[in-house]
């Protein structure tokens, strides 16, 4: 469908944007939206380090 953007075959929620995981101040904080099609699931920051999340827009800042 055009227009239609997905994230593991999920539409991507109004407000929310796909982001790699990288640096973790508080990796045991939970993922706004977990991925439990994963194996193991990513519950937790810390079970997404070096993997693609959706986050908050909102929370998102440019680092330049």
Same mark, same amino acid.
């Given at each position: 469908?055009?227009?239609? !953007?997905? #994230?593991?075959?999920?539409? !991507? $929620? &109004?407000?929310? =944007?796909?982001? #790699?995981?990288?640096? *973790?101040?508080? $990796?045991?904080?939970?993922?706004? !939206? &977990?991925?439990?099609?994963?194996?193991?699931?990513? *519950?937790? *920051?810390?079970?997404?380090?070096?993997?693609?999340?959706?986050?908050? =827009?909102?929370?998102?800042?440019?680092?330049?």
């Amino acid at each position: 469908q055009v227009g239609s !953007i997905t #994230f593991h075959g999920k539409r !991507i $929620p &109004p407000g929310y =944007s796909v982001v #790699f995981v990288e640096l *973790l101040v508080k $990796p045991k904080a939970a993922l706004p !939206i &977990p991925n439990t099609n994963d194996d193991p699931p990513q *519950l937790l *920051l810390g079970d997404a380090t070096g993997s693609l999340v959706l986050w908050p =827009s909102k929370y998102i800042e440019d680092p330049q």
